[in-house]
C-alpha cells in the first residue's frame, strides 16, 4: 500500500498553517474560523441557562382551581347557616347555606379525587397526619368538614321528615359544630396552599392570598343564596358588600406593587384573567349593591341577584386566574435566578 | 449508617452523559425524546420525571483560558445535574401521603408505591426536579439510587463517571474534599470557581453540591432557593385572620339584622 497523498484543500492547508505557527511560536495567535450560525446563544449570569425555566409548572388539571372554587363557597356558606342559626335568622336562610355547604361537601372530594386520576390514590391521603403540609391539613380540613356538612344536611332532613328527635337534633348540633369549626379553614385553606409553595409569583403574596381566596369564597356563598331566593336578606348584603369591599382593596394591592414577581398577575393571559376575575368580585358586585340599597322593589332585588352572580363567576375566574398565573410565573426564568430586580428596578 | 452526598465537578465533567445513560439503565428510567433543544449539545434542557442526570452544556462568552485560543468561540463548560437533596427538602415537606422520605443516608427518597399524583412537591421543590409523569400521574425525580446505597454500592452515575466528575461519599469528607477542590482550582488561576450546596439558605444545604466555575446563575443554580415552609407561619396567620373576620362579620351583621324591627 503506499502512502497517501495529502489532499490539496484549502482546509488542510489551514491545518499546515495553525501546525507551523504552534512549531514556531509555541502558542497560535490566529483567529480561527467562525462556525456556521454563530453567534451561539449562550448561557451567562444574565441570561441563564439558555432561558430555560427553572421550575417547574404546576401539575394540576382544571379540577383543581374549580376546586378551590367549590370548597370556598361551601366553607363560608357553613359558616354563615351556623351564625345564622345561632341567631336566629330565617329557617330557610338556614337551611339553604347548609344546602350549599353539603352539596360542596361532596363535589369537593369528587373534583380533588378526578384530579388523581385513580380514585384509590386517594386512600394515601389518609395516611398520615402532616401539619407541616398544607395539602394534608386541607385533605382532613376537606374530610371533617364533608362528613360534618353532609351529617348536618342530612340530620335536618330526617327532621323535616319524620319529626324532631333526641339523636336527629344531637347529630344536627354536632354536625352544625364541626362544619363551623371545618369551614373556617376550608374557606379559604386554598390560599396557604399555593402560599407556601415554591412559585414566586404566590409565595409573594402567602400573606394576603387566604384572606383573598376567604373574601372571594364569601362573596360567591353569599351570591349563591341570593340567587336562591335570599336577595332581600340585609345581613347578607352586608357580608356581601365586606366581601366586595376587600377584593376591591386586593385588586388595588396588586395593581399598586410594582415587582416583577406579580407580572403574571398583570400582564398576559393570565393577567386579563386576575383583573376580570377582580372586577367581577370587587368593584360591580360593591357598585350594584351600594345602588340595590337605594330601593326596596323588585329592581333593587335584581341588582342584588346580579350582583351574587358577578361575585360567584368573578371567583371561579379569580381561582383559574390564580393557578395560571401560577404557570406563568414558573416559566419566568430569570425570577428564581434573581435576574428580574436588575431590570426592573 | 453513613450519610452521604454527590459532589459533582463541572471542571472535570467531559459531557459524555454516562451518568444519564446509567441512571436510565440502573433505575429503568423511560426515554425522553431524542431530539436536540438546540442549545450546543443538551438535548433534555432539565432534570424531570424521566431526567434525573442531566449534563448542562454551558457556553459561556469567550474567556482566556476556557474553550481554546479563538476569542471567538465559546467558553464550554459541561455540569451534570442531580436531585439536590435539600437538607430542609421542600417535596418533603409538602408530600401529603409521606410517600417522600428521608433515608438513612440523607437523602430524599421518594417511594413510587406510595405517591398518589397530588402534584403538591412539583410546586414545593425550589429547585424545579420533582415532575410529574404524564400517563402515569405519579411524580417521580432521583432516588439517590436508595437501593444501591442499602447494600453498599454506588450511585449509578457516579460508579459510571468517567471522568469521577462525579463523586460520592461521606458528606463531611466531600464537603471537605470540595473545599480543598476549590482552593486547588483557585491556585491554579481559575479564580471563578465555585462551591454550590445552597448552605447559607433556608435550604440549609444540598446532599449535590456542584463546583462550577463562573457564577451559578449560568448553570440555573438559583443564588437564594427558598425552602417553601418559610412562608407557612404567614399563610396560616392570614388563614386565621380571614376566619377570625368571617366569624366577626358574619356575627356583627345577622345579630344586627334581628334587632331590625322591620322584618
Known amino acids: 500500500m503506499s502512502n497517501p497523498s495529502p489532499p490539496q484543500d484549502p482546509r488542510e492547508e489551514r491545518l499546515a498553517e495553525i501546525r507551523r505557527e504552534a512549531e514556531r511560536e509555541g502558542t497560535v495567535k490566529q483567529r480561527g474560523v467562525r462556525p456556521a450560525g454563530a453567534p451561539f446563544p449562550i448561557a451567562s449570569a444574565e441570561t441563564g441557562y439558555y432561558g430555560i425555566p427553572l421550575l417547574k409548572e404546576p401539575a394540576w388539571t382544571w379540577q383543581i382551581p374549580l376546586y378551590f372554587f367549590v370548597g370556598g363557597a361551601a366553607g363560608a356558606a357553613a359558616v354563615m347557616g351556623a351564625i345564622a342559626n345561632a341567631t336566629g335568622a330565617d329557617r330557610r336562610l338556614v337551611r339553604d347555606a347548609r344546602f350549599i355547604a353539603a352539596s360542596g361537601a361532596v363535589l369537593s372530594p369528587a373534583l380533588l379525587i378526578a384530579d388523581l386520576g385513580r380514585p384509590e390514590r386517594f386512600l394515601a391521603m389518609m395516611r398520615v397526619f402532616k401539619p407541616r403540609s398544607p395539602m394534608s391539613m386541607g385533605v382532613w380540613t376537606l374530610l371533617g368538614f364533608s362528613g360534618a356538612a353532609s351529617a348536618t344536611a342530612f340530620a335536618a332532613f330526617l327532621r323535616g321528615r319524620y319529626g324532631p328527635s333526641l339523636p336527629l337534633r344531637v347529630l344536627e348540633n354536632a354536625g352544625e359544630a364541626a362544619s363551623l369549626a371545618f369551614g373556617l379553614p376550608f374557606s379559604n385553606y386554598a390560599g396557604v396552599l399555593i402560599g407556601a409553595t415554591a412559585i414566586p409569583v404566590w409565595n409573594e403574596n402567602a400573606g394576603n392570598l387566604p384572606m383573598h381566596f376567604a373574601a372571594s369564597g364569601v362573596g360567591s356563598a353569599v351570591g349563591l343564596l341570593e340567587l336562591a331566593g335570599h336577595q332581600k336578606n340585609r345581613a347578607l348584603q352586608a357580608i356581601g358588600l365586606g366581601a366586595a369591599i376587600f377584593e376591591c382593596w386586593e385588586g388595588y394591592r396588586i395593581e399598586s406593587r410594582q415587582l416583577p414577581k406579580l407580572d403574571p398577575l398583570k400582564h398576559g393571559p393570565s393577567g386579563r384573567l386576575v383583573r376580570a376575575g377582580g372586577v367581577l368580585s370587587g368593584p360591580v358586585p360593591l357598585l350594584l349593591r351600594l345602588i340595590s340599597g337605594f330601593g326596596k322593589g323588585p329592581r333593587s332585588q335584581n341588582l342584588r341577584r346580579i350582583a351574587g352572580l358577578s361575585a360567584i363567576v368573578g371567583s371561579i375566574i379569580t381561582r383559574y386566574a390564580w393557578v395560571q398565573a401560577g404557570h406563568a410565573s414558573a416559566r419566568d426564568w430569570r425570577e428564581p435566578l434573581g435576574n428580574n430586580d436588575k431590570t426592573d428596578g | ?263
Open chain 2, 1 to 263: 449508617m453513613r450519610v452521604t452526598a454527590f459532589l459533582t465537578d463541572s471542571t472535570l465533567c467531559i459531557g459524555c452523559k454516562a451518568c444519564e445513560v446509567a441512571c436510565k439503565e440502573w433505575n429503568e428510567v423511560p426515554d425522553d425524546g431524542f431530539d436536540w433543544s438546540g442549545f450546543s449539545y443538551d438535548n433534555t434542557g432539565s432534570v424531570g420525571h424521566s431526567t434525573w442526570r442531566h449534563v448542562k452544556f454551558v457556553e459561556q462568552a469567550p474567556e482566556a483560558g476556557l474553550g481554546g485560543n479563538d476569542p471567538d468561540l465559546a467558553s464550554w463548560t459541561f455540569s451534570s445535574d442531580v436531585c439536590k437533596h435539600c437538607e430542609n427538602a421542600g417535596c418533603l415537606e409538602a408530600c401529603p401521603t409521606g410517600a417522600i422520605v428521608r433515608t438513612e443516608f440523607g437523602g430524599v427518597f421518594l417511594q413510587p408505591d406510595i405517591c398518589n399524583g397530588c402534584g403538591y412537591c412539583v410546586v414545593a421543590c425550589p429547585f424545579g426536579v420533582v415532575e410529574k409523569r404524564p400517563g402515569d400521574g405519579r411524580a417521580f425525580k432521583c432516588t439517590f439510587c436508595y437501593d444501591r446505597q442499602k447494600v453498599g454500592l454506588t450511585p449509578a452515575c457516579a460508579k459510571a463517571c468517567p471522568t469521577e466528575s462525579i463523586q460520592f461519599g461521606e458528606i463531611e469528607s466531600l464537603r471537605l474534599k470540595a473545599k480543598e477542590r476549590v482552593q486547588e482550582l483557585h491556585a491554579r488561576g481559575m479564580e471563578d470557581a465555585t462551591l454550590y450546596d445552597a448552605a447559607d439558605s433556608s435550604v440549609g444545604g444540598t446532599h449535590a453540591m456542584f463546583v462550577v466555575r463562573g457564577d451559578p446563575r449560568a448553570y440555573n443554580l438559583p443564588p437564594n432557593p427558598e425552602c417553601p415552609t418559610v412562608y407557612l407561619k404567614k399563610a396560616w396567620t392570614s388563614s386565621a385572620v380571614a376566619a377570625a373576620l368571617l366569624v366577626g362579620g358574619s356575627l356583627i351583621a345577622f345579630l344586627a339584622d334581628r334587632k331590625r324591627p322591620s322584618r
